[in-house]
């Protein structure tokens, strides 16, 4: 298949979505695309007369940042309201909750990054812990396993909710959505949705 072709087919992929679909694609789907794909949904969301933000939002996705770089739009997150009590009492950040379940033949190991102020962050890492040791432990052997690297990982995970400077978790989740970060990062309202779907 010749080039041209292909590229057609892109532009014919993003003309059939609607605003909707391209825009999320735009904002949370673009890394690694080729710069013509870029290209090509650049041109959609002009000739569709969407926020040219958006544009941005997919270039933000295909560069690399340094730390200082990625801070800038930590610092973006740790100004909003906590998306948990709904304070602004304390500056954002984030950690990493591990939890397990076992049910009758599998054992669940679920991770997650959250994004909210200190103390509700020990707050997720504590509910984590409690419903591991409840419902975690009794399936053999995996949920015994998973039980105790899970207490673990909780523990470890839970020293840096109270750091001074956005922790690594802030960073790989504002990385994992760094396109929107871009495209709203002067709207507080969105971002506030962004870090309230975790
Ligand atoms: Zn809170």
Redesign the pocket.
Known sequence: MSKGIDIQFVRETYQRMTDKELIRIATQDAAGLTPEAQEVVKEEIERRKLDTNIIKGVQAQNKSYTVEEIDEYCNLARNLS?P??E?NSAMLNATRTSEVMSFILFTQYKRQLKV??P??LDKANNNALIKTIILGWWGIPWGFIRTIQAIGHNIKDKKTNHNNTPNDYLRSFVLSKIGQFETYRDNKEMLQQIISTE
């Open positions: 906590c948990i009590c304070t909210a102020c103390a509700c």
